[in-house]
């Protein structure tokens, strides 16, 4: 993901410590139930889309904002999937984040799919029983979007996935 101006402008008093940043991440179904998915520029992998909040954006405006950056499709939040603290990573360039994710399920309302950033590689709608490799964190986020059920919270105690695979744990994080 790319890092916001406002991220910039910490980093550059802050350094490398760990910042404690708010994310959304956007589950979005077309009208057939397919699953739309981007694979990402800084891993390669598949993923479903995700992004900061810009200071005062709500998290379902920042998840539609994210959605159409990404993608250039138009999407409206239909609920909230789950919301999860992500345990910390440190980036290659040092920064450490851990993120407190808000996880939203969405509707296709227009646009068409397409690579419309820097940040993905490839973007396309995929069959839930057809999805490519990917990591815990996205598929977690679609099962828990297809669930009939409440939002999902972690339990006291319990820690979450890696930000959507990229760096790698700090030690003692």
Same mark, same amino acid.
């Given at each position: 993901m790319?890092?916001p @101006? !406002?991220?910039?402008n910490?980093r550059?008093?802050?350094?490398?410590q760990?910042?404690?940043?708010? /994310?959304?991440?956007?589950?979005?179904f077309d009208?057939?139930? *397919?699953v739309l998915?981007g *694979?990402r520029s @800084?891993?390669g992998?598949?993923? #479903?889309?995700? /992004?900061?909040?810009? +200071?005062?954006?709500?998290p379902a405006?920042a998840?539609v *904002?994210?959605?159409?950056e990404?993608?250039?499709?138009?999407?409206?939040v239909?609920?909230? #999937?789950?919301? %999860?603290?992500?345990?910390?990573?440190?980036?290659?360039n040092g920064d450490i984040? %851990? !993120?407190m994710d808000?996880t939203?399920?969405?509707?296709?309302? /227009?646009?068409?799919?397409?690579?419309?950033d820097?940040?993905?590689?490839?973007v396309g709608?995929?069959?839930?029983?057809?999805l490519?490799g990917m990591?815990?964190f996205?598929?977690? *986020?679609?099962?828990q979007a297809?669930?009939?059920?409440?939002?999902?919270?972690? %339990? +006291?105690?319990? !820690?979450?996935?890696?930000?959507a /695979?990229?760096g #790698?744990t700090?030690?003692?994080?």
């Amino acid at each position: 993901m790319a890092t916001p @101006d !406002f991220i910039k402008n910490i980093r550059a008093t802050a350094g490398h410590q760990l910042l404690y940043l708010p /994310g959304v991440t956007a589950v979005v179904f077309d009208e057939r139930g *397919r699953v739309l998915l981007g *694979r990402r520029s @800084d891993n390669g992998e598949w993923s #479903v889309v995700g /992004g900061i909040p810009e +200071p005062g954006e709500q998290p379902a405006e920042a998840a539609v *904002r994210e959605v159409y950056e990404e993608t250039g499709v138009e999407c409206v939040v239909e609920r909230v #999937v789950l919301v %999860q603290t992500l345990r910390a990573v440190q980036y290659g360039n040092g920064d450490i984040c %851990q !993120f407190m994710d808000v996880t939203v399920a969405c509707r296709a309302t /227009g646009g068409e799919a397409r690579v419309n950033d820097d940040e993905s590689l490839e973007v396309g709608w995929f069959e839930v029983d057809a999805l490519p490799g990917m990591r815990e964190f996205a598929t977690f *986020r679609i099962e828990q979007a297809l669930a009939d059920e409440p939002t999902w919270f972690a %339990q +006291p105690g319990e !820690f979450a996935l890696g930000v959507a /695979g990229v760096g #790698v744990t700090p030690a003692g994080h």
